[in-house]
């Protein structure tokens, strides 16, 4: 069974980074025709998606939030991670890391993990 299970702080200050760290069991991220993504949902509005990660470990980002983001990997620890600088209240929200086959369309995401950004 693969699970996926975000962590990190719950609270960041303004201007400071962000990292989150998904820890992955049941299946290795380098697992063929694989993409690990990270997406968040502030409070009132709909899921946004950030970025992903090929099982070859090219990454790729939303748009908005290029020049902040960057997602990288330890397949020592089969890990995978986020990290977001410079944030500020609208990073406020619940962050899911998920996996996705992109021969299959199966997909499964980690129950998420609330980041509040303030001082």
């Known amino acids: 069974q693969v699970q996926l299970q975000e962590s990190g702080p719950g609270l960041v200050k303004p201007s400071q980074t962000l990292s989150l760290t998904c820890t992955v069991s049941?299946?290795?991220?380098?697992?063929?025709?694989?993409?690990w993504s990270w997406i968040r949902q502030p409070p009132g509005k709909a899921l946004e998606w950030m970025g992903v990660?090929?099982?070859?470990?090219?990454?790729y980002y939303t748009s908005s939030l290029k020049g902040r983001i960057s997602i990288s990997r330890d397949t020592s620890k089969n890990q995978f991670s986020l990290h977001l600088n410079s944030v500020n209240s609208g990073d406020t929200g619940v962050y899911y890391c998920?996996?996705?086959?992109?021969?299959?369309?199966?997909?499964?995401w980690g129950q998420g993990t609330q980041v509040t950004v303030s001082s």
């Open positions: 998920g996996v996705h086959s992109t021969e299959t369309g199966w997909s499964t």
């Open positions: 049941g299946t290795s991220i380098e697992t063929a025709n694989s993409a």
């Open positions: 990660m090929t099982r070859d470990g090219t990454a």
